[in-house]
């Protein structure tokens, strides 16, 4: 995301709620990538270095832990020139068989760390009016020895 005119607050950096916004729109991606219907059941976030006019931003999720139905899901936002940490989310979710479940869920249980998923949010051409979204696995890293 680049912070545009329309999302800087009265003191010239970029609102907290267009940041919110970014993270928690990343964080329902990240909720949702296996195809289990996934809701928030909260969220908060801390404001670590303001973002300004013009920065582009990154979010990446990292779902912590899954028990049960529920799960903590971790957004980190940072600013794209110089990899600065702008924000920290923390998502809560839970699970449901509502509309756009399947069956089953490739993401771990039991309180166990299962990964990071990169959720890239772009502008769309200019002639669409609205943004396009993907979101993958990141490229897989050396197993660590």
Do not use: W
């Not at 964080?27 to 195809?35: D, E, M, P, Y």
């Amino acid at each position: 995301m680049t912070v545009s005119e329309t999302q800087v607050n009265g003191h010239d950096i970029a609102h907290g709620g267009y940041l919110f916004t970014f993270a928690d729109s990343t964080f329902a991606l990240a909720c949702n990538a296996t195809g289990q219907f996934t809701v928030a059941s909260g969220g908060d976030i801390t404001f670590v270095t303001s973002a300004r006019l013009g920065d582009e931003l990154r979010c990446v999720a990292t779902e912590r832990a899954k028990f049960g139905r529920s799960g903590i899901t971790d957004v980190t936002v940072t600013r794209v020139s110089d990899g600065a940490l702008i924000a920290e989310f923390r998502g809560r979710s839970g699970a449901s068989s509502g509309p756009g479940s399947s069956a089953g869920s490739s993401v771990g249980s039991g309180g166990v760390p299962t990964g990071e998923l990169l959720v890239v949010i772009a502008p769309a051409p200019a002639t669409a009016g609205r943004s396009r979204c993907t979101a993958r696995p990141p490229r897989s890293r050396p197993a660590a020895q």
